[in-house]
């Protein structure tokens, strides 16, 4: 392990990442949401909006924005970047199966669920396809224990996972169907 | 079924909107609270009805509020932990996103009574959705008067906002809470001092779980004493409990405290038993952290009374051979289940969750991860299995937060109820990778 | 005044005072040890948990026993609290803990580490600690980086105290480092290279208690019980001036600031004694200090038990 990251220069945006004008006023709102002078509090909702704008992970360059945004050192961005599990620091796949391998979803056979993805996508977990269209990772409880085994993507919870599921799953975001219902 | 007090319209089409909820008696008690009753009243009607914090650790809620600094000109804050990531834990999710003007209702009564103009939800992150659902309930009751200056001509203000979390269950403790809704890294602060003296921002604040302050709506609306008839003993009310594992028919349930916990996994209005007809083996009753128990005391205490599913009854026998309603994470294994493995993987979650600060959580949990995963794959030896107990003492009661303790006591169940499961995984390492230990612990009740 | 045992010895001190300082204003034994606290650096402490005592009875007024071991550098004294340090088996257990779980990832490479002899694990580990390790898993381990052009981050050593993101915080106007990841991962970095440049910077090293944090004019020249620590001064506009200069023979080796019993700065002229960069890094010919006399230092360290002018104490103390 090394201290530092290590992000090929390719893999860096090669321009300063800017919020479209109407996030931007998002992220404006939400900074007038807090007291004057705190707007550190909004760092965690920022890079959310983020991830969301800007190709779903944080490069420097990214991270160094939000922080001239709130006028907080770059540094503080980075640790509360490499802190919280949701933020990825490093370039993923257009969509993130995030399989939740905790005790209760264990229960119900989240652990076939993971390994079935892993040889449907040929991808360990962790990884991402080579289309770079899924990166496939797993997650602590998210907090749908009763209707595993379940998995994340995007702001969306697909829950009751069975084999045939995820087939269905993985084939309509591979036609760009994001609103899919399982 | 019990009396239902805050899912009892979560069937009610098109519930999450301000129209329909207001229609099946919603905000009734901001109503009476702003119009009626002082701060003060309310406060006593909470410590009337003796509710207890709903998030896990039972402390009662009336008493924390009391404790609230509130020295002039400084604001004071109340915030809603909707950092639900217990795992079995999945109740303030469904009561949010059913009703999220219940939640809303609750923290407009509470603000009130502590004297907050400004409160927060901090969600977690993962429960994006729920956000918007949340935001778009706030703007509904800011549009009708119930949020924002001079709340039904009370002179009240409140403004409500929602933060989300970025992943990470450390932020449940309420001081990781505060750190993470100032923007920092979720790390717990050292107390003293409390939140209640120096809190957000330096400021008094008080920080509930999102069912207690859901509760604080049926307290109001009936008084503090209707609602402590309710449930048995100290344990009063009702209680959300998320039901999950190899159950028949898992979900959030609302109950009347003292129910009995046989009726609950096996009663028909309930969890109908263990899914597939197979044996319950043991189950942990208050989420992850919770001491885990064998079968021949789920249904019994170790006295051969009925096991009750409230405060006193699950803990009935203390560790030795009780556990805890902690957050109401009701998770159940039936007999094809493997303890070590479960053991494990809460393991993991904690050394996962550990966020590093201080040294015995941040290298025990770790530590006991790695001891827990040779274990599991038959690469253990027995000292390993005497090795983690001392390793789990060492951890709890030595670290800055619970969480130390959370890691330490489903391992330690396990090993105190389990031990020959985890002996037969070192004595018979390539078996016990073929098949599962089964219910051949054969009970033998002192 | 409030009154406080610590150790069946009693004291009286200022409401608010924190029960580790109450003990350093008794002094001797019952002081605690600490590896993250760092009474110069406000909000620093309770992280590490060495310091964890036991508090048999929690003021006058109420008397119960705190139902767990607290830390004693960040819990204030009540009227009447009775402390237990080292009368106390659960401290000496929870203490012995904390020690393995310091080393179960540390490297153990004392005998390449320039901290050695002066370091606060070993002493602790010397003090509180068993034999051997039980930890049969493989160490955590990180590349040691250069953050600055003269300070030397070795990783593996840390014990993540967070004294040195409290230096970047107070004494200089730019912080570039911090704490990144989380639980056994947390590590401390730049995240991205950079060097920290500052005229304070250097004073991480002086408050890093392991050997994370080196001084790269001096790493791998001498054993530090090899030089002869003087006090010297110079003139300096940033800070000062007051330091301690360990020198071999007529050589200066390196420049420290002056250090208490418990390793941290004195004060100089009313304020605490960080030393900057210039004086630190750059002043390494005897002409540009003025040297005052040898320094005295405390030899509580675990160099000095190999010290054979006081066998007698030595073996007191082994056993």
Known sequence: MSSQIHIPISERHSEKPVFSPEKMAEVQRVISEYPEGKSKSAVIRILHFAEDEFGGWLSIETMDYVAEILNIEPIEVYEVATFYTMFNVEPIGKYVFEVCRTGPCMLVGSDNIIEYIENKLDVKVGETTKDKMFTLKTAECLGACGYGPMLQCGKKYHEHLTKEKVDTLIDAYRAGNTNIEI | MGRRLLLEHDAVPGIETFDVYRKNGGYRSVEKALKTMSPQEVVEQVQLAGLRGRGGAGFPTGMKWSFLAKPEGVPRYLLCNADESEPGTFKDRYLMEKLPHLLIEGMITSSYALGCNLSFIYIRGEYMWILEILEKAIAEAYAKGFLGKNILGSGFDLDLRVAPGGGAYICGEETALIESLEGKRGNPRIKPPFPAVKGLWGCPTVVNNVESLAAVVPIVNDGGEEYAKIGIGKSTGTKLISACGNLARPGVYEIEMGMTVEEFIYGDDWCRGIANGKKLKAFVPGGSSVPILPHYLVTKTAAGDDRIMSYEGLSEGGFASGSMLGSGGFIVFDEDQCIVRNTWNFARFYAHESCGQCSPCREGTAWMEKVLHRLENGQGYMHDIDLLAEINKKIEGNTICPLGDAAAWPVAAAIRHFRDEFEWHVNQPIESQKRNFGLASVPTLV | ?319
């Open chain 3, 1 to 319: 005044m409030v009154k406080v045992t610590i150790d069946d010895k009693t004291i009286e001190v200022e409401p608010g005072t924190t029960i580790l300082s109450a003990a350093r204003q008794i002094g001797g034994e019952v002081v605690p040890p600490a590896m993250c606290f760092y009474s110069k650096l406000p909000g620093t402490g309770g992280k590490c948990r060495t310091c964890l005592v036991e508090v048999s009875q929690g003021s006058e007024k109420d008397p119960r026993p705190m139902p767990k071991l607290v830390a004693s550098c960040s819990t204030p004294v009540m009227d009447g609290m009775v402390v237990k340090n080292t009368t106390s088996e659960k401290v000496k257990v929870g203490r012995g803990a904390v020690v393995e779980f310091l080393l179960i990832n540390h490297p153990l490479d004392c005998p390449v580490c320039d901290q050695a002899g002066e370091c606060h694990l070993q002493d602790l580990g010397f003090e509180n600690g068993g034999e051997g390790t039980r930890y049969e898993e493989e160490k955590r381990t990180f590349d040691p980086v250069d953050i600055g052009n003269k300070i030397k981050l070795h990783m593996n050593r840390c014990i993540l105290c967070y004294r040195c993101v409290a230096v970047a915080n107070q004494l200089t106007d730019k912080r570039v480092h911090g704490v990144l990841g989380r639980g056994e991962h947390a590590e401390i970095s730049t995240y991205i290279e950079k060097a920290i440049d500052n005229d304070f910077s250097g004073n991480m090293i002086d408050v890093c208690p392991v050997g994370a944090l080196t001084d790269k004019t001096f790493r791998f020249k001498s054993r530090v019980w090899f030089l002869k620590p003087m006090e010297a001064s110079c003139e300096c506009s940033k800070c000062s001036g007051k330091t301690v200069v360990w020198m071999f023979g007529n050589e200066i080796m390196r420049v420290t600031a002056r250090k208490d019993q418990y390793g941290e700065v004195e004060d100089q002229d009313g304020k605490t004694g960080w030393i900057c960069n210039d004086c630190r890094f750059e002043k390494k010919d005897i002409s540009q200090w003025n040297i005052i006399g040898p320094r005295k230092i405390n030899r509580h360290s675990v160099i000095s038990q190999g010290n054979y002018a006081s066998p007698r104490q030595t073996i007191k103390k082994l056993n």
